[in-house]
């Protein structure tokens, strides 16, 4: 972070998280440790989330993050006045908030009369979408001051010049490919969190479910989804919501993690694990160095900003 204004005015939004929730004035929303501390305090069995977390602490710090995002700074929507609301992981307008350094999340379901005991299907959406948004959180940062404003400059391996440049521009709509170097690190990080919930299901045992729309569900959280599970309407028309969000789900499967298999078989056929970790590894670090020289040896000199950085990006521009 460069500039002391802009430290105090980021400091200031991450003081308070809880201005994040006004997009959904219908729903309730309380802290991720206080939601656990009351399921557990009725003799709620948590631990699918517990198991699973643990798991990704250990995972984390083998990829250089030493520590999750706290519990603290996850507003989790478990309850809404509005009838038909339905959460989860593909809900609208949540996740990872970087000037907050605060997540917003769903509960998977209706929302509207919930059942005060979550589901094991509850469970595993809400470790995804944790693990998913501890990877957001542990992923670098720099911010500089233009105006008295923090503006970030780097997350992760991405970059973005002061003046609003993007480092990659957008996939073309409905590519079956990704040269969006935020859209590699969106599917990275979701790889990872759908690896450790499909891990925690096959060590506790966890079965699939019955119902349609939770089976579908299920595939999804677990990276286990298959092609007609992305074609074929699951929710019948009245339920507004539910389609809404099952559309959200074939949508960010084939923009976001289909993709980003298409480009480890693309560019590390039979490393895509190996891969994978780098590129993970990366974007907690902040450094290219060893990722680029790892590219470099498979597809030549260059090759990570030959894939990714757009031609207009070191164009002139007024940062003032």
């Not at 006045?81 to 809900?91: D, L």
């Not at 670098?140 to 400059?153: M, N, S």
């Not at 902040?286 to 020289?293: Q, S, V």
Request: glycine content about 10%; overall charge neutral; some cysteine.
């Amino acid at each position: 972070m460069t500039g002391a204004r802009a430290r105090t005015a980021l400091a200031a939004l991450r003081a308070d998280p809880s201005p994040l929730t006004a997009r959904h004035p219908a729903h309730l929303f309380r802290p991720l440790a206080d939601v656990l501390t009351a399921w557990e305090s009725a003799g709620i069995d948590t631990t699918i989330f517990r198991s699973g977390v643990a798991a990704a602490g250990r995972r984390c710090a083998e990829l250089g993050l030493a520590k999750l995002l706290p519990l603290e700074r996850v507003l989790v929507g478990c309850a809404s006045s509005r009838p038909g609301a339905f959460g989860g992981f593909h809900h609208p307008d949540q996740g990872y908030r970087h000037l907050q350094m605060a997540a917003v999340i769903t509960l998977y379901g209706p929302l509207h009369r919930r059942d005060p005991e979550p589901s094991r299907l509850v469970l595993l959406d809400l470790l995804r979408a944790y693990a998913h948004d501890c990877l957001h959180y542990g992923s670098r940062r720099r911010y500089v001051e233009v105006a008295g404003t923090p503006v970030r400059t780097q997350y992760g391996i991405n970059y973005r010049r002061p003046g609003g440049q993007s480092y990659s521009a957008a996939d073309s709509q409905g590519s079956h490919h990704t040269r969006n170097i935020g859209t590699v690190m969106e599917g990275a990080c979701d790889r990872e969190a759908r690896t450790l919930t499909r891990e925690t299901v096959e060590r506790l045992g966890v079965a699939e479910p019955r119902d349609p729309l939770d089976a579908v569900a299920f595939r999804d959280v677990t990276g286990t989804l298959a092609e007609a599970d992305i074609r074929l309407p699951v929710a019948g028309p009245e339920d507004r919501e539910q389609a809404q969000y099952m559309a959200a789900l074939a949508a960010y499967e084939k923009g976001v993690n289909r993709r980003y298999a298409r480009f480890l078989a693309e560019f590390a056929p039979g490393e895509e694990q190996d891969c994978h970790t780098r590129l993970l590894t990366a974007v907690i670090s902040g450094h290219l160095t060893e990722l680029g020289a790892w590219l470099d040896e498979r597809h030549g000199p260059g090759t990570f900003s030959g894939l990714f950085r757009t031609p207009g990006y070191f164009d002139p521009c007024l940062t003032a």
